[in-house]
């Protein structure tokens, strides 16, 4: 059976497990602009074991999702006591990028704040995304352009873990990501301006890219080709393999945070690589 297709027959089995997730904590919901898309969830641990702080944003094509949609994803990062900002963004087609862009730094400027304001130590900061979210969040940590323009100040920032990102725009995408991208952008953008290996400067983050070569979706090669422009730069990376059974795009992208470290090699890297910063 074909990657792809393993992907589209995985929905299932993801969402009815979605369904059986229980909500521990109720996070507080916070506005940073106008638009009912530009929002995130902040949740605070029943016990924090660390001052680490994880701003994650979403996956879904850039045209889906939502954070309370991922509230399973905050469930977990807090289960395991860290305190996480899950951040939305306006979604395409409606919204054209750099829209998207432009929420997602937006929102960690607005998050950072109200943790101050909150009395939150926010000097460890993990920028985390998945998918879409591993396209954007990876543009906010290693573009120099992107953080002057926004004003985003990246000093924070102790390590970025991206799941199965589209960082670069290969010829030999699939036609699923063709077609998401043609969403996303204008007929005459630039597309370079929006690619995170074309975009990627040198600076102090470590990265570790968790990516799938049975993914469906993604290739394998976008991580590689990230990797290796950051090994050119001087910036510190891990590649990471999927080794589980559950290897498809949507599985190990979010699915794997309705499993348990002991169930899944994958979250256990995730956390362990957190731990370890």
């Given at each position: 059976m074909n990657d792809y297709l393993r992907?589209?027959?995985?929905?299932?089995?993801?969402?009815?497990?979605?369904?059986?997730?229980?909500?521990?904590?109720?996070?507080?919901?916070?506005?940073?602009g106008p638009d009912k898309?530009?929002?995130?969830?902040?949740y605070e641990p029943?016990?924090?074991?660390?001052?680490?702080?994880?701003?994650?944003?979403?996956?879904?094509?850039?045209?889906?999702?939502?954070?309370k949609y991922f509230d399973y994803v905050g469930q977990s990062i807090a289960d395991?006591?860290?305190?996480?900002?899950?951040?939305?963004?306006?979604?395409?087609?409606?919204?054209?990028?750099?829209?998207q862009i432009d929420d997602v730094c937006s929102c960690y400027n607005a998050a950072l704040n109200y943790l101050l304001n909150r009395g939150v130590d926010t000097s460890q900061i993990i920028v985390v995304g998945p998918?879409?979210?591993?396209?954007?969040?990876?543009?906010?940590?290693?573009?120099?352009?992107?953080?002057?323009e926004y004003c985003v100040d990246i000093s924070p920032v102790i390590g970025f873990i991206g799941f199965g990102g589209p960082y670069s725009f290969r010829k030999d995408q699939s036609k699923t990501v063709k077609i998401l991208l043609n969403q996303l952008f204008t007929k005459k953008y630039d597309r370079r301006?929006?690619?995170?290996?074309?975009?990627?400067?040198?600076?102090?983050i470590p990265m570790l890219l968790i990516q799938s070569r049975h993914d469906g979706l993604i290739q394998y090669e976008c991580a590689?080709?990230?990797?290796?422009?950051a090994e050119e730069l001087g910036n510190t990376f891990e590649l990471y393999s999927v080794e589980d059974r559950k290897n498809t795009h949507s599985w190990y992208t979010a699915g794997l945070f309705l499993e348990t470290r002991q169930e899944n090699k994958t979250l256990d890297k995730f956390f362990t690589w957190i731990e370890e910063r």
């Open positions: 992907e589209s027959l995985s929905y299932f089995g993801l969402y009815k497990k979605m369904l059986s997730v229980k909500h521990k904590i109720l996070p507080e919901s916070v506005s940073f898309e530009q929002y995130f969830l902040y029943k016990e924090v074991v660390s001052e680490k702080i994880i701003y994650w944003v979403h996956g879904g094509g850039w045209n889906a999702g939502n954070p395991e006591g860290y305190r996480m900002i899950s951040g939305g963004y306006r979604l395409s087609p409606r919204n054209k990028f750099p829209i998918s879409a979210g591993a396209h954007l969040t990876s543009i906010l940590c290693y573009s120099e352009r992107v953080q002057k301006q929006a690619e995170p290996v074309s975009l990627m400067c040198k600076n102090h590689q080709d990230f990797a290796a422009r």
